[in-house]
């Protein structure tokens, strides 16, 4: 099933976005101060499964305990900000 994910402002969880939906759009988000706990890590965007034909773009992601994205090995990752101290962390 594909979503769209776009124009929401996603903070102050354990996980900021959870995605299991291959060709998917996250678009015009703004994700920050996800804190995590003992159980989660506290990433702006978490790709679990597939992301094939995933588009991550125009994002503001930031603050994020964890890390900006985990879980991207095949989607589209553009024109996104991101902290400087934040990694994408790619399979």
């Not at 994700?31 to 506290?42: F, L, V, W």
């Not at 991550?56 to 989607?75: E, P, Q």
């Given at each position: 099933?594909?979503?769209?994910?776009?124009?929401?402002?996603?903070?102050?969880?354990?996980?900021?976005?959870?995605?299991?939906?291959?060709?998917?759009?996250?678009?015009?988000?703004?994700?920050?101060?996800?804190?995590?706990?003992?159980?989660?890590?506290?990433?702006?965007?978490?790709?679990?499964?597939?992301?094939?034909?995933?588009?991550?773009t125009?994002?503001?992601?930031?603050?994020?305990?964890?890390?900006?994205?985990?879980?991207?090995?095949?989607?589209?990752?553009?024109?996104?900000?991101?902290?400087?101290?934040?990694?994408?962390?790619?399979?």
């Amino acid at each position: 099933m594909r979503n769209t994910v776009s124009n929401n402002t996603i903070w102050n969880n354990g996980y900021g976005l959870i995605l299991a939906s291959p060709g998917s759009t996250v678009d015009n988000n703004t994700i920050y101060n996800n804190y995590g706990t003992s159980r989660d890590g506290g990433i702006g965007i978490v790709i679990l499964d597939s992301d094939e034909g995933v588009q991550i773009t125009h994002n503001t992601v930031y603050g994020n305990a964890g890390g900006a994205i985990a879980g991207v090995k095949d989607a589209t990752v553009r024109d996104n900000s991101f902290d400087n101290d934040q990694i994408v962390d790619t399979e």
